[in-house]
């Protein structure tokens, strides 16, 4: 394996001394995020398959990915996700209510059901609204660290995107960029192998992602994305790294997308079993469990309570959010001027003077 390659726990249960500044609580922390992440999918899943949402994102197998990256930043750190780095804000302390008020499109949503459902935002968690857009969000991320840097502020600015999005004209333009003016970003590639239904080296020539980042004067490294200890460690050095002018990093994040892109996908109509079954042995979650065990900090009671925590959190929030309905048609209005122009104004009474004596009809005439 190459220098670039950043591995900590081994596949099996191997020892290994703590990367600095990781405490036992640390680990803990870390092990727990990933579960919340893998109940919050199992249950938006659910919620899709049973008619209660329209559409969800799942990120089975690449909990590590998130909560590693996560647990290394530091929380004025700025984050332009991509839409399966849910688990991001949610390790950073997003309100569970308001994750599930953004699943419903509800009017506690903090897009206020404007953005895709599974696009989530968080001013308060520096999250910045996810992009369907593939690849748009390496720009801004780029933007932002001009921001800091122009600032003379420590702050770095990083941003997730997938082997798929690695093809984009905007990675390459990014790129670019950050490699004549170092700002401080980091380029999280998540390389799950696949965008939707094609895989990987049937949409870009080179098999290793990182080596990408030569070609534009970006350090760049391979971590195994399902080693959460691997991912922390290389983050943590690429952040130092940028907060000390030393400019950006791409971080390929090599793991596997275990469940289907979207739930309006259906992977087994393009990859076969076996290999979905050999990737769900290298599940991040087991193999952080192995090593919690090896440092007998895990039991089966603290496996049951963990897990019983985050479904009972999920099941609160679920329940308060179905119940709380959409947003009001004038919100449409908000949050694009600080004053709202005449003619808007005029729309937005005639929707409302429309609405108050409005029988719905269903001859295309708006509002259906
Ligand atoms: C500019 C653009 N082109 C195409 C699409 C349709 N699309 C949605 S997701 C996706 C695949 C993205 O794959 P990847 O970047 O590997 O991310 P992953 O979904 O695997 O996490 C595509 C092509 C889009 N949303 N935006």
Redesign the pocket.
């Given at each position: 394996m190459s220098d670039n390659w950043v591995q900590v726990m081994e596949e099996g249960a191997a020892s290994y001394d703590l990367p600095a500044g990781l405490t036992e609580a640390d680990l803990k922390q870390m092990y727990e995020g990933m579960i919340m992440i893998r109940a919050y999918d199992e249950r938006a899943l659910k919620l899709q398959r049973s008619g209660r949402i329209g559409f969800c994102?799942t990120?089975f197998g690449?909990e590590a990915t998130q909560v590693g990256t996560a647990h290394a930043l530091r929380p004025d750190d700025w984050v332009f996700p991509?839409?399966?780095q849910y688990g991001v804000p949610l390790y950073r302390g997003a309100s569970m209510t308001k994750m599930a008020a953004h699943l419903f499109g509800n009017a506690d949503d903090s897009a206020k059901g404007r953005q895709m459902p599974a696009h989530y935002t968080f001013d308060e968690h520096r999250f910045v609204s996810a992009s369907?857009?593939?690849?748009?969000q390496i720009i801004h991320a780029v933007g932002c660290a001009m921001a800091i840097k122009y600032r003379k502020s420590d702050e770095v600015a990083v941003t997730y995107?997938?082997?798929?999005?690695?093809?984009?004209n905007d990675f390459h333009s990014s790129l670019n960029f950050a490699g004549v003016y170092k700002p401080p970003v980091l380029f999280f590639l998540?390389?799950?192998?696949?965008?939707?239904s094609?895989p990987?080296e049937k949409?870009t020539g080179i098999s290793e992602l990182y080596k990408k980042a030569e070609g534009y004067g970006v350090h760049g490294i391979r971590v195994d994305g399902n080693d959460v200890i691997a991912v922390y460690k290389a983050t943590r050095e690429a952040a130092q790294r940028a907060r000390d002018g030393k400019g950006a990093t791409l971080l390929e994040l090599f793991t596997y997308?275990v469940g289907a892109?979207?739930s309006s996908d259906d992977p087994t109509r393009y990859r076969e079993k076996d290999e979905t079954a050999e990737w769900k042995e290298k599940d991040p979650i087991e193999r952080m469990k192995r090593y919690l065990q090896q440092l007998n900090i895990w039991t089966e009671e603290y496996e049951a309570e963990v897990w019983e925590q985050c479904r009972t959190k999920l099941s609160v929030a679920i329940t308060k959010a179905e119940q709380i309905g959409d947003p009001p048609w004038e919100s449409a209005f908000e949050n694009v001027y600080a004053e709202m122009p005449s003619a808007l104004e005029a729309q937005k009474q005639e929707l409302l003077d429309r609405e108050s004596g409005l029988e719905l009809n269903n001859e295309g005439e708006f509002p259906l």
């Open positions: 994102v990120s690449e991509a839409y399966r369907s857009v593939i690849g748009s995107f997938g082997d798929g999005a690695s093809s984009a998540v390389n799950n192998q696949y965008a939707i094609l990987v949409q997308r892109h979207s």
